[in-house]
């Protein structure tokens, strides 16, 4: 059973590679906002997590299909619609239980299975140690205001648990003005991006042996620190950009995987992000929504 769904989850990471690496190419063009760009890593984790795909002719799995990956139908209610699995490995014979061609490709992913899982639940018991521990580490942390705390343990203001959500900065914070980073503290709760976070991370988890995988989580945490700061600038107005990077040059980077830091990125990159910030026309609003509706048509679907 094991061997069975390690195959599938090899097979669904080679398309989310795939996927991954147009995403990063779409992500270099500079004219498309971070807050737009974020969304765009969706496709690349839900083919890491989703085995089946709604088909579709328009998708890039039906050129796909003709070169190098076969697909395999699970489900075809009517003629116009199914839900099917890629497969670009190939290595088995027949599905559902699955047979492999010869007895060394079931030997080899026999074993590689076994490494899989273990390497596996290793990553994920170190994840949720992580989690804990800095949830334990803050426990003593100094309420201020609302649910703004101050600890000497905190190197950077950040955003730390997932349920109740606390915006823990450093002590020597409490004479400071704060209101940036509270504005940005916020607007990661209210995005729920320590929920992203942690769901990306274990995702990755799961695909550890594809380095792609690791590269995309890299790429997708410094997007949601971008795209952060560029939803607070909508609010505050292009005014405030200025003031805004001061404020984020004296902040510190945070080390925690799992808090949404002030500090959590790149410093550079992210003051070039808000100084070159503008907000969207209505039209390019329009123009934009519809290439990311384009986008998840012919990335996440399969043949069809």
């Given at each position: 059973m094991l061997q069975e769904i390690f195959y599938w989850v090899f097979n669904m990471s080679i398309t989310a590679a795939i996927t991954g690496l147009l995403v990063m190419l779409v992500r270099l063009i500079k004219k498309i906002p971070r807050r737009i760009v974020i969304f765009l890593w969706a496709i690349p984790f839900l083919r890491m997590a989703v085995p089946f795909g709604l088909g579709s002719p328009y998708s890039l799995m039906t050129l796909l299909s003709k070169i190098s990956t076969k697909t395999i139908v699970v489900y075809q209610p009517t003629d116009d619609l199914s839900f099917?699995?890629?497969?670009?490995?190939?290595?088995?014979?027949?599905?559902?239980?699955?047979?492999?061609?010869?007895?060394?490709?079931?030997?080899?992913?026999?074993?590689?299975?076994?490494?899989?899982?273990?390497v596996a639940l290793a990553i994920f018991v170190m994840l949720i140690f992580i989690y804990f521990k800095a949830l334990h580490e803050m426990k003593d942390a100094t309420h201020l205001r609302n649910n703004i705390y101050l600890s000497d343990k905190s190197a950077s203001p950040a955003v730390y648990g997932i349920i109740k959500p606390r915006i823990i900065m450093p002590a020597y914070y409490k004479d400071k003005d704060i209101k940036f980073i509270v504005l940005h503290e916020k607007m990661h709760i209210r995005r729920s991006d320590n929920l992203w976070r942690m769901l990306a991370f274990f995702i990755v988890a799961v695909h550890w042996?594809?380095?792609?995988?690791?590269?995309?989580?890299?790429?997708?945490?410094?997007?949601?620190?971008?795209?952060?700061?560029?939803?607070?600038?909508?609010?505050?107005?292009?005014?405030?950009?200025?003031?805004?990077?001061?404020?984020?040059?004296?902040?510190?980077?945070?080390?925690?995987?799992?808090?949404?830091?002030?500090?959590?990125?790149?410093?550079?990159?992210?003051?070039?992000?808000?100084?070159?910030?503008?907000?969207?026309?209505?039209?390019?609003?329009?123009?934009?929504?519809?290439?990311?509706?384009?986008?998840?048509?012919?990335?996440?679907?399969?043949?069809?």
């Open positions: 099917s699995m890629l497969n670009s490995v190939k290595a088995a014979e027949s599905y559902f239980p699955i047979t492999y061609k010869v007895n060394l490709l079931e030997n080899v992913f026999s074993v590689a299975c076994v490494i899989w899982i273990v042996f594809n380095p792609f995988c690791w590269v995309f989580l890299k790429q997708f945490l410094e997007d949601l620190e971008l795209s952060c700061d560029e939803r607070v600038l909508v609010n505050l107005g292009n005014n405030c950009k200025k003031e805004y990077a001061l404020y984020l040059l004296e902040s510190h980077q945070s080390k925690n995987v799992f808090a949404s830091a002030f500090g959590g990125a790149k410093i550079k990159k992210r003051i070039e992000n808000i100084l070159s910030f503008k907000k969207m026309t209505w039209f390019s609003l329009i123009v934009f929504i519809a290439l990311i509706v384009m986008i998840f048509c012919v990335l996440l679907t399969n043949e069809g």
